[in-house]
Nanobody, 110 residues
Framework: QLRLEQSGGGLVQPGGSLRLSCEAFGTPFDVDPMRWYRQAPGREREFVAEEHSSGKTRYGDSVRGRFTVSRQPQNRLFLQMDNLTPEDTGVYFC?????WGQGAQVTVSS
């Protein structure tokens, strides 16, 4: 059975950077596409980024130009977050199909 295990997150100052990772276990097949979502306290879940095995990517409006999604090797997804703002604070989840990672807390604060 496919499962997703996340690492990364933490506390960072505004303008700083963080890198999240998400590894897929339990499948011999490519998983595609892989996505990142986030949920801030008291707010609805928000789409962050998507990466296809073809290399194509897309981003949510609020993070485009600041976040970069990548996958290397094929079963490990990364989210490089630069120029972070307090509005980026939340729990970040990786996702493929109907499977979700356990979440990683990102707090942007001085």
């Amino acid at each position: 059975q496919l499962r997703l295990e996340q690492s990364g997150g933490g506390l960072v100052q505004p303008g700083g950077s963080l890198r999240l990772s998400c590894e897929a276990f339990g499948t011999p097949f490519d998983v595609d596409p892989m996505r990142w979502y986030r949920q801030a306290p008291g707010r609805e879940r928000e789409f962050v980024a998507e990466e296809h095995s073809s290399g194509k990517t897309r981003y949510g409006d609020s993070v485009r130009g600041r976040f970069t999604v990548s996958r290397q090797p094929q079963n490990r997804l990364f989210l490089q977050m630069d120029n972070l703002t307090p509005e980026d604070t939340g729990v970040y989840f990786c996702n493929v199909w109907a499977i979700w990672g356990q979440g990683a807390q990102v707090t942007v604060s001085s």
